[in-house]
DNA sequence: AATATATCCAACCGCATCCGA
DNA sequence: CTCGGATGCGGTTGGATATAT
C-alpha cells in the first residue's frame, strides 16, 4: 500500500555525512554535473538514497553557495517575498542567489518569525498582530490569497502598500539592529534597493520568471532539459567547476566554499582517526 | 562546575508534481 | 489517458551547541 519508501534497501546509509562521502560526492558531480540522482549514490560509490545525495548537494556542498547568516536585504527580501508567495521556500529561495530552501526556512522559522512577533506583525499574515485580532474572521494565510498562475490583482494591488510596510520593517530593523547593518553588504543594499525601486522588477520578483538578478546567477539545469543530460547551461558556465577538481578555486571567490567542505573533510578524517 | 533549557540547522520523511512509456 | 518512476518541496525531527540557572 502506497509508495514504497526510496531508501529501504539494506546497507543504506543515514544520518550526518562524513567528510569521505562528501568527497565523494564533490568529486562526482564536478566531473559528470548533476544527472539522476538516482543512479549518483551508486555511480559515486556512495551507500545513500539519491535523495539524500541532492540534498546533501544542494543545501551544502554546491559551491555557488554563498555561506553564513543572511544579509539585512536578504532578509528583507524574505520577508517580501513571504508575504506574496507564503511558505513556498523553494521560489523565496529562487530570488536569492545563492541561498537553498532549507536554509531560508531555518532561518524564517528561527530568526524572521521571532523578529516579526516582537515587531507586532503576524509572520503568517504580515498582518499587524492587532489588527488581524479584529478581522481574524476574514483573515487567511498570505499564500491561500495567492494567484496559482500569479495573476491575482489583489495582490498587485497592493504591491506599493505591502512594500511600504516591508519598507517600515525595514527602517525599524535598521533603527534597532546595527548588527544586522553592518552585517549587509553594499551589493546587497543596492540589489533590494534597485529591486524595490523598480517596480516592474519588484512585480516579477513573486510572479513565476526568472528575475534578471536571478539570471545571473542561475546555474540550476532549466527544467525542460532532460535530467541525463549535463545541462549545458550549467557546464558552460561554469568550465571552472570542472577546473576546481584538481586545484585551488580560489580566484573565482568560491575558495571559501570548496576550501571550506574539503577543510572539514580533513578536519573531520583527522577527528575520525 | 554541573545541570537544565533554549536555540540552531542538517537531514529525514512523506506527499506532490513532473514526465516518459 | 493512465501508470509508475524520479525528482522536488515543505514540514518536522534530533543532535550539537550555546546560554541560563
Request: proline residues 5%; glycine residues 6%; aromatic residues 6%.
Amino acid at each position: 500500500m502506497g509508495r514504497q519508501p526510496c531508501c529501504d534497501k539494506l546497507g543504506v546509509k543515514k544520518g550526518p555525512w562524513t567528510a569521505e562521502e562528501d568527497k565523494k560526492l564533490i568529486n562526482f558531480i564536478l566531473t559528470n554535473g548533476q544527472c539522476c540522482w538516482r543512479a549518483v549514490p551508486k555511480l559515486a560509490g556512495l551507500k545513500r538514497c539519491g535523495k539524500s545525495c541532492r540534498l546533501r548537494w544542494t543545501n551544502y556542498l554546491r559551491p555557488d553557495l554563498k555561506r553564513g547568516l543572511l544579509t539585512q536585504a536578504e532578509e528583507q527580501l524574505v520577508i517580501d517575498l513571504h508575504a506574496r508567495l507564503g511558505n513556498r521556500w523553494s521560489k523565496i529561495a529562487a530570488r536569492l542567489p545563492g541561498r537553498t530552501d532549507n536554509e531560508i526556512k531555518n532561518h524564517w522559522n528561527t530568526h524572521i518569525k521571532k523578529k516579526l512577533l516582537k515587531m507586532g506583525i503576524d509572520p503568517v499574515t504580515h498582518e499587524p498582530l492587532n489588527k488581524q485580532a479584529t478581522s481574524q474572521n476574514s483573515s487567511t494565510s498570505p499564500a491561500e490569497h495567492l494567484p496559482q498562475a500569479g495573476n491575482n490583482n489583489n495582490n498587485i494591488n497592493n504591491l506599493d502598500e505591502a512594500k511600504e510596510t516591508n519598507h517600515e520593517i525595514l527602517n525599524s530593523e535598521e533603527n534597532s539592529s546595527s548588527s544586522l547593518a553592518e552585517n549587509s553588504s553594499g551589493e546587497d543594499s543596492l540589489l533590494l534597493d534597485s529591486i524595490c525601486s523598480d517596480d516592474s522588477l519588484y512585480d516579477s520578483l513573486w510572479l513565476d520568471e526568472t528575475p534578471l538578478v536571478e539570471a545571473l546567477w542561475d546555474t540550476t539545469p532549466k527544467p525542460q532539459n532532460n535530467d541525463m543530460n549535463f545541462p549545458p547551461s550549467w557546464e558552460d558556465n561554469c568550465a571552472w567547476l570542472l577546473e576546481c577538481q584538481d586545484f585551488g578555486i580560489h580566484d573565482f571567490g568560491f575558495n571559501d566554499i570548496k576550501s571550506n567542505a574539503l577543510q572539514t573533510i580533513g578536519v573531520e578524517e583527522e577527528e575520525q582517526h
